[in-house]
């Protein structure tokens, strides 16, 4: 037999993820406020990509249309937060049948939107369900095509081109820290909870009905795992985590308009999915990472002294992605797999 | 009564007639073969049968059920597992997780305790337990055909259809499959029916035997029956050889 026992395995696994945890917890006290923003994106990517890995490395499906859910996410939040009142405030005219609430704390909308986004992945996963492969892929790109044009269209709740301003966020519960630690802390606590139920669910039943539809539908079939059910499943769990990370995007940036979930956002997070590692959840931190820094450094590289053009980012995400796929195939997971791997191989015994 | 009945079973692809008005009875508890050359339809009367195909007329009834009428998700509940003629595992996945999707429908959603003993039980049936926590992919070919069937019994079924088991297996593993079959069936309490081309194998290990030829029935009988029948002789060497 390779590796450790499973126990050992396990309990190493479980030391690695304390030290991460423990690690996020303690970072904010060293390094400025901008900083602390930038690893609340950090985790906010994480979530996103976390649904997104569900669905494409559990699944199988492709989407290109997960920064349209996570705006889908953003919006509910924007607008529950403001309520009726802060839309007619700011000149908006919401019709009366839409339950929109006299305005709620911002933190409170999270689950909400969770709930919304996950009912609209449930349906949007039902035509998707005839669809497979690039078609998918088409299909998903859609909806990220068209919810700017949509968003634009409802201007009466969605504020239209302009967007919704939120309140500038501030500490709830007379908390003693900083309005971006309490973001930064908001974000990473709905990211431990929402990895701690990607880890139960994959590992479930449902888990591995997912990996086995997408290993072999007709086998998984005549298992008795219907494969329409489940990868509706995929579609609306997935969405569910990406309107959670909408939804904190909306809280953290304070703003929500077409524009902030643009069509490369989508592409951009598909590609981090990829560099993470399909099909495993601890690459998912090196996707979120990637895709919060390497614009930055792509356009700024340090030790350069010289600014790149705009486009820089795109191209160097680009490159990355293709050096990663010859050299790594399975991502990062794929990558501290084989580092660990023939570290924890015991020495072959004679009964072996 | 037969534990299963498949009754003038007929399935076009286009203009071919894959299966021709087909039936057959399998009596519960024996060992059943079903031969015939490449492209007789043998493969397609199984998928039939599992509700991979649509049939286009007939009925196949199972322990008193039309199964034409079950859901293709649901045949396994019924008491039908299968195996397929290529291996069709899930070869990202480990040997345990591969046997605990076959048993999918009589595991808990969460904290399967109960289901992952049954795995395991059946792992150990199999002599696989050393490899329970090895991914698939890249295990030899026999062992992933006897992956393919701990992943079939471990639902408990009634019939087990085994679609080309000795194919792609050495000498020796065809020798030992023989016994093997007629263990489980006796362990697992099971009803067999087999495609299978390699003779010997069919000869030695069914109860009965049943040909199709051009998706029609052409003989049915005890191995010895059936390879005497005239008609199975013609069928697999053809019109031309047995007129000269």
Redesign the interface.
């Given at each position: 037999m390779i590796g450790l026992p499973r126990p050992l395995y396990t309990a190493l696994k479980l030391a690695a993820l304390a030290g991460v945890v423990a690690i996020l917890a303690v970072l904010p006290r060293f390094m400025g406020e901008f900083r602390v923003g930038q690893f609340t994106f950090v985790g906010i990517y994480f979530i996103a990509l976390l649904g997104l890995n569900i669905l494409t490395g559990y699944s199988g499906q492709i989407s290109l249309g997960h920064g349209a859910f996570m705006g889908i996410g953003a919006y509910v939040t924007a607008v529950l937060t403001l309520g009726r009142k802060g839309l007619v405030l700011f000149g908006h005219h919401p019709p009366h049948w839409l339950p929109l609430g006299d305005g709620m704390r911002p933190a409170l909308t999270i689950p909400i939107a969770l709930v919304v986004t996950g009912i609209v992945g449930l349906l949007f996963g039902m035509p998707a369900l005839r669809l497979a492969g690039v078609s998918l892929a088409l299909a998903t790109f859609a909806v990220a095509v068209s919810l700017p044009t949509v968003a634009k269209r409802f201007e009466d709740v969605t504020g239209g081109g302009g967007g919704l301003s939120l309140p500038l966020p501030e500490t709830p519960f007379g908390l003693h820290v900083s309005a971006p630690h309490w973001l930064y802390y908001e974000a990473w606590g709905c990211a431990a909870i929402l990895f701690v139920v990607a880890w139960v669910l994959v590992r479930a039943r449902v888990g591995r009905a997912w990996r086995a539809i997408r290993d072999g539908e007709l086998a998984a079939t005549a298992s008795g795992v219907s494969p329409a059910l489940y990868k509706t499943l995929a579609f609306g769990v997935s969405s569910a985590f990406a309107g959670v990370a909408g939804s904190l995007l909306a809280i953290q940036v304070a703003f929500v308009n077409p524009d902030t979930f643009p069509l490369s956002l989508s592409i951009l997070l598909l590609a981090s999915v990829v560099v993470g590692g399909l099909g495993s959840l601890s690459g998912v931190i090196v996707g979120a990472l990637m895709l919060e820094f390497l614009p930055v450094y792509a356009q700024h590289p340090p030790l350069f002294g010289q600014s790149f053009s705009k486009q820089a980012p795109g191209v160097v995400f680009g490159v990355v992605l293709i050096l990663i796929m010859f050299a790594v195939p399975a991502g990062a997971a794929g990558l501290l797999r084989r580092i660990v791997r023939p570290l924890t191989k015991p020495v072959p015994t004679v009964s072996d | 009564m037969a534990l299963l009945e498949v009754d003038q079973v007929t399935r076009r692809f286009g203009g071919i007639v894959a299966l021709s008005d087909v039936s057959l009875e399998l009596e519960e508890g024996t060992i059943g073969g079903l031969i015939g050359p490449n492209g007789a339809g043998k493969t397609t009367l199984f998928n039939v049968i599992?509700r991979?195909y649509k049939a286009d007329s007939g009925r196949v009834v199972f322990d008193g059920r039309n199964l034409l009428r079950v859901r293709?998700?649901?045949?396994?509940?019924a008491g039908v597992?299968?195996t397929?003629q290529n291996v069709?595992?899930?070869?990202?996945?480990t040997v345990l997780?591969n046997v605990?999707?076959?048993a999918?429908?009589r595991?808990?959603?969460?904290g399967?305790r109960t289901?992952k003993a049954l795995a395991r039980e059946t792992l150990e049936a199999l002599t696989l337990s050393?490899l329970a926590?090895?991914v698939v992919a890249g295990l030899p070919f026999g062992t992933l055909k006897q992956i393919e069937l701990a992943?079939a019994l471990v639902?408990r079924p009634r019939l087990l259809l085994l679609d080309e088991p000795a194919g792609g297996l050495n000498h020796e593993e065809v020798g030992e499959l023989g016994g093997l079959i007629r263990r489980i069936r006796k362990d697992f309490d099971l009803t067999v029916f087999l495609v299978e081309h390699h003779m010997n194998l069919v000869m030695s290990v069914c109860d009965r035997v049943h040909v199709l030829n051009f998706g029609q029935k052409i003989a049915e009988g005890t191995p010895a029956e059936v390879r005497a029948d005239p008609a199975v002789i013609q069928a697999y060497l053809g019109t031309d050889s047995a007129a000269a």
């Open positions: - | 599992t991979m293709p998700t649901r045949v396994i509940r597992a299968r397929f069709a595992l899930f070869p990202s996945m997780d605990l999707v076959g999918h429908t595991v808990r959603p969460f399967d289901g050393p926590d090895r992943r639902s």
